[in-house]
C-alpha cells in the first residue's frame, strides 16, 4: 500500500528566510509525486510534479523539489519565502496506472513572520 | 477556460439525510476524483469517475456512491449521513486513459456540516 508522511506539522520561517518542507513515501513501483498548496478554505493548487527525469524538478512560484529515490523523500524547498506563501502544504504520491487517484500526506502548515 | 467548478460551496445537514454534491471537470477532462478531506488531514480518496463508470474506489462506505453523466460532469451522493462525514469534499479531474503519466486540478471543495 502507499503511503505519504510529511514530518512536520507546523513551520514557522521569518519572510526571507529559505524553507524545507519534507516528505517521506512508501511505495512499491516507481511513484509519480506531487506537491500542492493549500490556502484556508480553498482547494488545492499544484505547485510541482516529479513523473520520471531529472530528480530536481521546478515548479511555479519559485518552489523546487528534490525526488532521492534511496530516501524515499521527496523535499520541498524555496530559497526565500514571502509573506504570501504562508499556507498549508500537501505532498503526495500516485500510480502511474489507473491515473487519479493519490495517496496525501497529513500536510504542513506554513506560517511566515514578518 | 474555466477550471473545475463544485456545488454548492457550503451546505449544512442533519444526521440520517441524504446530500448530493456536483462537480464539472475543467474542459477537456473526462476524468473526476472524489475525496474527502477532514478538518487538519490531508485528502482521501473517495471514488474515480471515468466514461461513467466507477474505475477506482477508496476505502469508504456504500453510503458513499456517484454518478458521471456524458458530458463528464459528476455528483457525489451520501445517504444516511454521519456527524463524522462533516468534511471538505474535493472534486479533481484529469485526463483518463488506462496508464499515466497524469496530473489532476482540483476544485475549490463543498464544505459540508453535518449536525
Known amino acids: 500500500a502507499q503511503s505519504v508522511t510529511q514530518p512536520d506539522i507546523h513551520i514557522t520561517v521569518s519572510e526571507g528566510a529559505s524553507l524545507e518542507l519534507r516528505c517521506n513515501y512508501s511505495y512499491g513501483a516507481t511513484p509519480y509525486l506531487f506537491w500542492y498548496v493549500q490556502s484556508p478554505g480553498q482547494g488545492l493548487q499544484l505547485l510541482l510534479k516529479?513523473?520520471?527525469?531529472?530528480?530536481l524538478v521546478q515548479g511555479i512560484k519559485g518552489f523546487e523539489a528534490e525526488f532521492k529515490r534511496s530516501q524515499s523523500s521527496f523535499n520541498l524547498r524555496k530559497p526565500s519565502v514571502h509573506w504570501s506563501d504562508a499556507a498549508e502544504y500537501f505532498c503526495?504520491?500516485?500510480?502511474?496506472?489507473?491515473?487519479?487517484?493519490?495517496?496525501f500526506g497529513d500536510g504542513t502548515t506554513l506560517t511566515v513572520k514578518p | 477556460d474555466a477550471g473545475v467548478t463544485q456545488s454548492p460551496t457550503h451546505l449544512i445537514k442533519t444526521r440520517g439525510q441524504q446530500v448530493t454534491l456536483r462537480c464539472s471537470p475543467k474542459s477537456g477532462h473526462d476524468t473526476v476524483s472524489w475525496y474527502q478531506q477532514a478538518l487538519g488531514q490531508g485528502p482521501q480518496f473517495i471514488f474515480q469517475y471515468y466514461e461513467e463508470e466507477e474505475r477506482q474506489r477508496g476505502n469508504f462506505p456504500d453510503r458513499f456512491s456517484g454518478h458521471q453523466f456524458p458530458n463528464y460532469s459528476s455528483e457525489l451522493n451520501v445517504n444516511a449521513l454521519l456527524l463524522g462525514d462533516s468534511a471538505l469534499y474535493l472534486c479533481?479531474?484529469?485526463?483518463?486513459?488506462?496508464?499515466?503519466?497524469?496530473?489532476?486540478?482540483f476544485g475549490p471543495g463543498t464544505r459540508l456540516t453535518v449536525t
Open positions: 479533481a479531474s484529469s485526463l483518463g486513459g488506462a496508464t499515466g503519466p497524469y496530473e489532476q486540478y
Open positions: 516529479y513523473f520520471s527525469g531529472d530528480t
Open positions: 503526495a504520491v500516485g500510480r502511474n496506472t489507473n491515473a487519479g487517484k493519490s495517496t
